[in-house]
């Protein structure tokens, strides 16, 4: 065993279990083969295929637990409490309640991090890349081989002010490793151009956002672009499916920049059916806080993600004061 200590290798599981390492998390146990990923927990025990597993993991890590909840599918995921989070299977899966088998434990945010890591750089193989489309990697099945420290040491790209603006993050370049992607082959890179007041230099700045989004080198992985006090302008660029079913603790605006993206919606608490949206270019809808959704992007695609990252707004909607959806007709 390393010397890390937040997880343990599950003693009930070979040591050597298609050369992937076991851990156990609390009463949970997670262990990998060539094609899935099995979960168990006091009540009951779950199969996903590996490569949705990482690719959700992936996303969880990155993004720090993100905003509410993070189902890998319709039985297994997180739910961020911001300092605390917690891991379940069942938890929103009205069949999985009804029969008994929720299961859910807390911990503090960075202790499950540790976990989390450590599961994700075990189990991706040399060549496989969570972040990437389907076309643009290797696969993730198969016996251990090797590691992809660098591709999933990625962190998403977080500007102070807006991207551009000096001292702030950089517009993407080739010369920085960031070739325009094979589906943007068609997006002009031009510059705007911009002739601040003297004096305002450093105040006044504009940048390509669609050439930057063309440059991506993943998916479905928000950088954030623009921040003016709470709100946050988080683009980014799709293919494939969404990795994760979000579970909004609060209304999040999408606004679809290029291409296709189909959106599933279901409930947050039970995952029935709400509704699909098919959004097209220049397409605005909002998400409220009580659902869960998915995105299915046929092509690569730019999207607008934008939040408010205020940390007062769970607490609002939870004790009735702030609504869950944007506007009532
Ligand atoms: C979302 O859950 O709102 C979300 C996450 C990642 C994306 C797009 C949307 O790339
Ligand atoms: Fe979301």
Redesign the pocket.
């Known amino acids: 065993m390393s010397a890390q200590t937040a997880y343990s290798v599950d003693a009930s599981q070979p040591d050597n279990y298609y050369g992937y390492r076991s851990f156990k998390k609390g009463k949970f146990a997670f262990r990998r083969d060539e094609y899935f990923v099995h979960i168990d927990w006091p009540k009951g025990s779950h199969t996903l295929p590996a490569d949705a597993f990482l690719r959700a993991l992936q996303r969880d890590v990155a993004w720090n637990f993100f ?1 509410g909840t993070v189902n890998f599918d319709s039985v297994f995921g997180t739910l961020n409490h911001y300092g605390t989070v917690d891991m379940f299977c069942g938890t929103f899966n009205d069949a999985y309640k009804e029969g008994g088998l929720d299961y859910m434990e807390t911990y503090k945010s960075e202790d499950l991090m540790t976990t989390f890591k450590a599961i994700l750089d075990d189990w991706t193989n040399a060549g496989y890349d969570p972040f990437a489309a389907p076309e643009e990697t290797k696969m993730a099945f198969g016996r251990k081989d090797g590691d992809n420290k660098k591709a999933i040491e990625r962190l998403r790209v977080t500007a102070n002010r807006m991207v551009g603006i000096p001292g702030d993050t950089p517009p993407r370049t080739d010369a920085m490793g960031y070739p325009v992607n094979r589906q943007f082959a068609d997006v002009e890179q031009d510059k705007p151009e911009v002739y601040p007041e003297p004096g305002f230099e450093k105040e006044v700045a504009g940048f390509n956002l669609f050439a930057y989004l063309s440059r991506s080198d993943v998916t479905w992985n928000p950088s954030v672009c623009s921040v003016v006090k709470e709100s946050l302008y988080c683009p980014t660029s799709e293919e494939f499916t969404l990795p994760v079913e ?1 579970g ?1 603790d609060r209304v ?1 605006w999408f606004m679809q920049m290029s291409d296709e993206i189909v959106w599933v919606v279901k409930d947050k608490e039970t995952g029935r059916p709400r509704a699909r949206v098919t959004c097209k270019p220049g397409d605005i809808c909002a ?1 409220p806080a009580d659902i869960r ?1 998915q995105g299915f992007s046929p092509k690569r695609s730019m999207l607008l ?1 934008w939040e408010n990252a205020s940390n007062e707004i769970p607490k609002l909607i939870n004790e009735g004061k702030a609504p869950v959806v944007p506007v009532k007709f």
């Open positions: 905003y979000h909004n999040e998400m959704h993600v």
